[in-house]
């Protein structure tokens, strides 16, 4: 095996556009489950409105893309209104049914024939980075890590989208310190006590609802514009669950955990990927379990698995404490 090549590819997921994006979706649902007890398994959705709301507008309406830009902050408020007022006064397992169902919605409308004309159905949309592109002062050649080759326009959607991520847990880091992030901490342990003492405990959970959802919201628009393509299909309920896996990876209920809990995942998904692919390639591996058709699922099986262990093993992430997991689940 060239394991050069591998770790140099394992490397480059690490950091790269997916690496960014699902830090993003899951620094947004730190804020939700992390900080406030909200089971969302709905953050898909959000996802998919920020990578739709600029490429929508710029593909089919010709606008700057910049100009689109402010629709990824409207579009993830209203998505979280119209999902939060009806159902925020649920808790734990209805909560989470309401809202994955919610993302389907979302996806499966976009992916509809009906709608083709303006999300481009299954084949998605392409041509709204234009704009970002143009703005790219680096030289246009391939650029070398180790083993591995990228574009100008790879590095610097990569070093666009850590300084975002770096931007948005850092807002996070400041409001979850605040009197309104321990408010939040108050409702994740026992909201009919935070009530008691004169909280609206509904507005507060709209107000994490909005804010993480555009955090999620940011995310996908970083996954489309850095793999130039906004697709449906890349935003169904695999991606909440990556997202929560790689926030209990990282910690739950630590800023930091979405961030290194994004770099380990997807180095261990790039490593074993390409070692089954080498694998399957050269035969050195029974094909009754794994072959060239089916070597990709694999990957996610092996992660499930690990992340199985790591719930029995260390329920609390690398960084985080079990003190901070007393969800109100009543």
């Not at 100009?67 to 939060?84: K, T």
């Not at 992916?111 to 704009?131: E, I, P, Y």
Request: glycine share 10%; net charge positive.
């Amino acid at each position: 095996m060239n394991w050069s090549l591998i770790i140099a590819n394992a490397l480059y997921a690490a950091v790269g556009v997916n690496a960014i994006g699902y830090a993003l979706i899951a620094s947004g649902i730190n804020v939700h489950f992390g900080y406030t007890g909200l089971l969302n398994f709905g953050q898909a959705g959000f996802a998919a409105i920020g990578a739709y709301a600029v490429a929508i507008p710029v593909s089919r309406y010709d606008w700057p893309f910049f100009a689109a830009v402010p629709l990824i902050f409207v579009g993830g408020i209203l998505f979280a209104l119209l999902l939060g007022i009806p159902t925020l006064r649920l808790r734990a397992d209805y909560l989470a049914i309401v809202t994955i169902a919610a993302a389907e919605i979302v996806r499966i409308s976009l992916n509809s024939v009906r709608f083709t004309w303006l999300t481009g159905g299954n084949d998605g949309l392409q041509k709204f980075t234009a704009d970002v592109e143009s703005l790219n002062p680096l030289s246009p050649h391939k650029y070398k890590f180790w083993a591995q080759t990228f574009s100008e326009y790879d590095l610097f959607i990569i070093i666009c989208g850590w300084i975002l991520a770096a931007i948005a847990c850092y807002l996070v880091y400041l409001l979850v310190r605040s009197p309104w992030g321990r408010v939040l901490k108050s409702i994740r342990e026992d909201e009919d006590a935070a009530r008691s003492l004169g909280k609206n405990v509904f507005a507060y959970k709209m107000q994490s609802l909005v804010l993480g959802g555009v955090i999620g919201a940011l995310g996908g628009t970083v996954i489309a514009v850095g793999n130039r393509v906004a697709q449906p299909n890349n935003f169904g309920t695999a991606l909440t669950f990556f997202a929560y896996t790689i926030l209990i990876l990282g910690g739950v209920a630590k800023v930091k955990g979405p961030i290194v809990g994004a770099i380990i995942f997807w180095f261990f998904i790039s490593v074993v990927d390409n070692i089954l692919a080498e694998a399957t390639r050269h035969n050195e591996l029974p094909k009754w379990l794994v072959s060239g058709n089916n070597f990709g699922q694999v990957k996610f099986i092996l992660a499930g698995f690990g992340l199985a262990l790591l719930v029995v093993f260390r329920p609390q992430g690398i960084f985080g404490d079990r003190r901070q997991q007393a969800f109100d689940v009543r």
